[in-house]
């Protein structure tokens, strides 16, 4: 196993990219961040500010990381627009972030002699492909700016591993939910906006009928296949699903949610939006294999730790 000595978060101060610095400075490893914060939040790293690096910068500025990579070990890149929405209506700019700035991260990595970059992909590369569960092996057919970007990120991870020798592992995460996720945007994750909504007693947005399902990953289960991935020899080159195996309607998911808040209100339906993919389920015995990734919160328990912290913080508002 090799361990983390100093690492560099991209997105740090956003939902996943917060949680995986708290862990990291949990085991002694000396973390710098760069986030924008035009997605992510201060406030997510206000406790540890006087314990990490922390720079206010863009993944698409080569210097910055570059600068930022001098000394690193290992980088987590979690920075991105991560809107399939808004990849949809702005394909250029997203293009800008999410395929220039995972090759600056790449290159900056190379030029500083990084040991290991992890990237964070996402299941949306394999489209609607019918066939489920989800397999690395299938054919990714993205159907989205994002997916595309993903897809892309990926195919260059593999290159800089082959031609420059840099250790490359790409997570493709399912739908992940946990505290910190940031329910204001129309954009994010649906148990965010969920809880959002029961806790204030308004009904609701569901694009379709309801019946599509997800496999809802806790964010603390991401942060560990982080670590194993930065930390496992033999994930070198790896892409590696990371959810539970298991899926749930949004139907489901909203009265399961409206019962913990006790709010009986009807959700509001809409046509489903473009790119919006019907059913999501991922094959984990890879990253089994790979990491001993197994996930460690039922989701019932994710659930109720993260309604727990939404509670908190919106009756702190």
């Given amino acids: 196993m090799h361990k983390i000595n100093t690492a560099l978060v991209t997105g740090g101060a956003g939902f996943i990219g917060s949680n995986l610095v708290d862990a990291l400075l949990e085991q002694g490893t000396h973390v710098k961040v760069l986030d924008n914060l035009s997605t992510g939040h201060i406030q997510n790293l206000d406790h540890v500010m006087d314990d990490i690096d922390f720079t206010k910068g863009d993944i698409r500025d080569l210097t910055t990381l570059s600068n930022l990579a001098q000394g690193c070990d290992t980088i987590f890149h979690q920075a991105a627009v991560v809107s399939v929405p808004l990849t949809v209506e702005d394909p250029i700019f997203s293009a800008q972030v999410n395929d ?27 489209g609607d492909d019918p066939a489920l569960p989800k397999i690395e092996r299938m054919q990714a057919k993205p159907q989205t700016p994002y997916a595309v970007q993903k897809y892309t990120n990926e195919l260059n991870a593999r290159i800089y591993a082959s031609l420059y020798d840099l250790e490359t592992v790409c997570l493709r995460y399912f739908n992940v939910f946990g505290p910190r996720q940031d329910p204001s945007s129309p954009y994010s994750g649906v148990i965010s906006i969920f809880i959002d909504k029961a806790l204030n007693q308004d009904a609701p947005l569901i694009y379709g009928n309801g019946e599509q399902f997800r496999d809802f990953v806790f ?24 959810g539970t195996g298991q899926s749930i309607t949004v139907n489901k998911l909203w009265s399961t949610i409206s019962a913990l808040a006790d709010c009986d209100i009807q959700p509001t339906c809409q046509e489903p939006r473009p790119g919006d993919i019907f059913g999501s389920l991922a094959d984990i015995s890879h990253a089994k294999d790979i990491l001993g990734f197994e996930p460690q919160y039922s989701f019932n328990e994710g659930l109720r730790l993260t309604y727990e912290w939404y509670r908190e913080h919106i009756i702190e508002q």
């Fill in 219 to 242: 964010v603390k289960d991401v942060v560990i296949a982080n670590l194993l991935a930065a930390t496992t020899e033999s994930a070198d080159c790896d892409v590696l699903n990371i």
């Fill in 100 to 126: 220039i700035g995972c090759l600056n991260v790449l290159e900056a990595a190379k030029s500083a002699k990084v040991h290991r970059v992890v990237l964070a992909s996402s299941c949306a590369v394999y």
